[in-house]
């Protein structure tokens, strides 16, 4: 299995959705062997492997670039191409990135790129400048893993370690699954990088079979990506779920008469947040009686600050900027509504948080999170009048409220890693005996 | 014979500490006093303890020839008092030589004046109290917030019987008019008006080390050629600067000392010029015309107007926000409370959210806290939630030891009216 992160080290939820797939699959009795471009040795791998590509190095015959280039080259006609990927970059690194400490220390990189041949790549496995050069590089590596081990499927984990898939499917001739967490839509919308595009079709086109997280990346994948619907299976994302203890009483919100409406994640616009900014004015020019949060940092913060202000909405409108873990905890549980405005969102786990917490959803109908939850409100994103309307029954009819979160959680414990680990078990026998 | 008066300006803002969103209602120690110690203690190194002795010996040396005045505000004056009381020992020593003069402003260097006359007036009183208390001179002539004037502040300041104010004099605002002559408010004519010369005032200010400037370096013999090439009959020269440009803003190794020591002797020598303070000047110099700003102006920035503190978005909601408080506020009657107010009206917390970039930014960003005016907001935001929830919970418990009180009453009295009976039943029979 090629993933590019492995909890705790993520940035994201593909490290989350790969360890709650490995996990699964273990627990379904499949052997697992995890690839990473870099290991950092406190990862959990119980009863699985986990390689570090950071680690591997490379033989002789292995090293002929030229053979190994030309395959590259002939699948990929990106390869080789560098790119500095700014949706990649997490709410932290986005932060840091654009103070001019970083640029400063990007400079120095840049002038230090040139490298010798190697019979070994140090990968960072982030998200940074050479993010391009480490998906080839990891490819590379992914021909001698590939040498190396036994095993009877390949499955790759999103673009980013398609090339690697790829590259094991020719060394070894083992059927390869692309799995799609996200496509390059949902990250760019309309501006999609053109080689990171190219990089998913041919991934998943050189692939046996594909996995797309919901109905709704399947459809992206057949329109915009010309994939033939029968290759493509849907398995939802699992969720972590254990009936943990509510969180102590001082955490509820006792702070704030008003009720609390949260937005919680990146404030990019894929998340749409520029709508809940909307939906919230429309809210209050009605009834005061509500704040909203906006935890999250990203690059449309700012815009979305200016905003808030512009309608004169912010003595009932805050910002907490990014949130860690236990800080996520908290604040969902001040929250009498979590809403999610994403414009495309391939699945989405944070609503599943919410509801962890007992908090009602409101999600938009681009979502495939949408697919799993019955009971939550959905709306179209753009729709900010449903919106406001979704915010103010949830916030204001207990009975409402309470009946979407107790459903709602219902739902969730079915959406266990080991059942959904099932089907990929079941795609996994299929294909082995083709 | 020309005067020169020489003004300025001593401030510190009670800055705020980094305070989260999760900070509301568990914490209500918005100041930072770490850091506005550090910084004090700073700038007093650098600046206030040099340039006051500075100051107290030219007046020794040139007897009564050699003239100051300076506003002080409140917030910089709580926080001599809080964390180096000698400062105030040392402003005092300026005072007691009777050569210095003390000027009125906002208790904490605020922007009231644009937008609540009762706060404006009870600011200012409650300003010239403290400095009469510890500078024994009750102030005569008002300075507002950064030279902050239109014709509605001089209404109201005329009203509390001031009899100058200063102000800025860019000729941008004065169209034609020389600042080297004393104006009067148009329609309070006893309210005479001096002028910052923006020109002389900013070559030392501004642009003393500036090593790109064409005058570089100013000397004292320049500055005073300068001083001899104006107009014969123009009467004043207004220099009104920020303190800080001694030691501060113009670091030592400027020269900046020894160019202001110097000053004083090389001025009175040519025989042509004495220095005044400001209620001196306007007693000397009959007003030459009115002078009338109908839109405010400040000394701030190119603009010269309110843009630094007011007018982006940021700025104006929480602006609004802290100004719809203000009633509440004196309902409450809360000491806490009521100081919070003050040091949260200080006008430095919307110089920080000022988003105009260039030219003006740099300067902006040298005196904020914060990495940018989007931080500056949040923060400050965060705070005005907690003091809001604050005061409104105070107003609550008011209402309710009231409703307390009247109902007791109301009971008391129910228990002696005899209720008449109706015999609704009997008649109909």
């Known amino acids: ?434 | 014979m020309k005067n020169i008066c020489f003004y300025f300006q001593v401030h510190q803002p009670f800055r705020l500490r980094n305070y989260h969103f999760f900070d509301i209602g568990k914490r209500h120690d918005y100041f930072d006093p770490i850091k506005n110690e550090e910084i004090l203690r700073k700038v007093a190194k650098n600046c206030y303890f040099p340039t006051n002795a500075l100051m107290l010996d030219l007046i020794k040396k040139h007897g009564d020839q050699f003239k100051i005045s300076y506003s002080i505000s409140g917030t910089a004056l709580d926080q001599f008092e809080m964390y180096l009381p000698e400062l105030i020992d040392s402003f005092r020593a300026l005072a007691d030589t009777g050569c210095v003069e003390f000027l009125a402003e906002t208790y904490s260097h605020s922007l009231s004046a644009l937008r609540s006359k009762d706060e404006f007036i009870s600011q200012i009183s409650a300003h010239s109290a403290r400095i009469e208390q510890l500078f024994g001179q009750k102030p005569k002539i008002f300075r507002n917030t950064e030279l902050i004037y239109s014709d509605y502040i001089g209404e109201v300041v005329a009203s509390l019987g001031f009899r100058g104010m200063l102000t800025e004099g860019a000729d941008r605002i004065l169209n034609w008019k020389s600042p080297n002559y004393v104006y009067y408010h148009p329609n309070n004519p006893k309210l005479r008006l001096l002028l910052k010369n923006y020109k002389l005032s900013d070559d030392v200010a501004f642009r003393f080390s500036d090593k790109n400037w064409t005058e570089w370096p100013l000397t004292c013999e320049k500055y005073v050629g300068w001083l001899n090439a104006l107009d014969g009959n123009e009467e004043t020269i207004n220099l009104f600067m920020d303190y800080e440009t001694f030691g501060e803003h113009q670091w030592p190794d400027t020269g900046i000392f020894e160019f202001m020591r110097a000053l004083p002797e090389q001025v009175l020598a040519t025989g042509n010029y004495r220095f005044v303070t400001p209620s001196e000047n306007i007693k000397m110099l009959n007003p030459v015309a009115p002078l009338s700003m109908e839109s405010p102006v400040s000394w701030a920035d190119q603009e010269r107007d309110l843009s630094a503190w007011l007018g982006n978005d940021l700025q104006d909601d929480a602006f609004d926000n802290l100004y719809k408080l203000s009633s509440k506020i004196k309902s409450c009657c809360d000491e806490e409370l009521e100081r919070d107010w003050l040091y949260l009206q200080t006008s430095d917390h919307f110089y920080y959210m000022c988003t105009k970039y260039f030219a003006d930014g740099d300067i902006h960003k040298y005196f904020s806290p914060f990495n940018n005016p989007y931080d500056a907001f949040i923060n400050y935001m965060n705070v005005l939630t907690d003091f809001t929830l604050r005061v409104n919970k105070a107003i609550e418990k008011k209402n309710a030891e009231f409703r307390a009180v009247t109902n007791r009453n109301l009971v008391t009295e129910n228990e002696k009216i005899v209720v008449p009976k109706l015999h609704i039943m009997g008649s109909m029979k």
Request: glycine share 6%; with cysteine; aromatic share 12%.
């Open chain 1, 1 to 434: 299995m090629f993933g590019w992160e492995f909890p705790p080290h993520i940035s994201g939820g593909l490290g989350t959705a790969c360890l709650g797939i490995t996990r699964g699959l273990l627990e379904n009795h499949v052997e697992v062997l995890f690839v990473v471009p870099k290991a950092f040795g406190d990862e959990d791998t119980r009863n699985m492997r986990l390689i570090s590509a950071s680690a591997t190095v490379l033989h002789e015959t292995v090293r002929e670039f030229t053979t190994v280039n030309e395959f590259l080259t002939e699948k990929f006609t990106c390869y080789g191409a560098n790119a500095y990927l700014i949706p990649y970059l997490n709410e932290e690194q986005f932060e840091h990135f654009t103070t001019e400490f970083a640029i400063e220390k990007r400079k120095e990189r840049e002038e230090h790129t040139e490298r010798p041949i190697y019979t070994q790549f140090d990968f960072s496995g982030k998200y940074g400048r050479d993010l391009m050069d480490e998906v080839w590089k990891y490819s590379i590596i992914a021909s001698q893993i590939a040498k190396d081990n036994e095993f009877d499927v390949i499955h790759a984990h999103d673009w980013l370690s398609f090339p690697a898939g790829v590259m094991a499917k020719r060394i070894s001739g083992k059927p390869l699954v692309a799995h799609v967490h996200a496509t390059e839509f949902d990250r760019s919308g309309e501006h999609v990088n053109q080689n990171i595009y190219d990089i998913e079709r041919s991934g998943m086109e050189n692939a046996d079979k594909i996995i797309a997280v919901s109905e709704f990346t399947k459809q992206i994948l057949v329109n915009r990506y010309s994939i033939d619907p029968d290759k493509i299976e849907v398995v939802h994302n699992g969720v972590e779920y254990s009936s943990s203890p509510k969180q102590n009483e001082s955490e509820v919100n006792e702070t704030f008469p008003e009720k609390i409406i949260t937005y919680l994640g990146r404030v990019t616009f894929q998340k749409g947040p520029e709508y809940f900014v909307e939906a919230a004015a429309k809210v209050l020019e009605k009834d005061k009686n509500f704040r909203f949060v906006m935890a999250g940092s990203g690059d449309m913060l700012t815009r979305m600050i200016r905003r808030v202000a512009q309608l004169r909405i912010s003595s009932h409108f805050h910002f907490t900027g990014f949130l860690k873990g236990p800080e996520v905890e908290k604040m969902f549980a001040m929250s009498s509504v979590y809403v999610m405005p994403s414009v495309s969102e391939p699945f989405g786990i944070s609503p599943l948080e919410a509801v962890k917490s007992d908090v009602p959803v409101i999600i938009s109908n681009q979502s495939g999170v949408k697919e799993v939850l019955k009971h939550a409100m959905k709306v179209d994103f753009w729709d900010i009048n449903a919106m406001a309307n979704a915010i103010f029954a949830l916030a204001k009819f207990e009975s409402l409220a309470e009946h979407f979160a107790r459903e709602s959680k219902k739902e969730m414990e079915e959406l266990k890693w080991i059942y959904q680990t099932k089907k990929i078990k079941s795609i996994y026998e299929e294909l082995v005996t083709k």
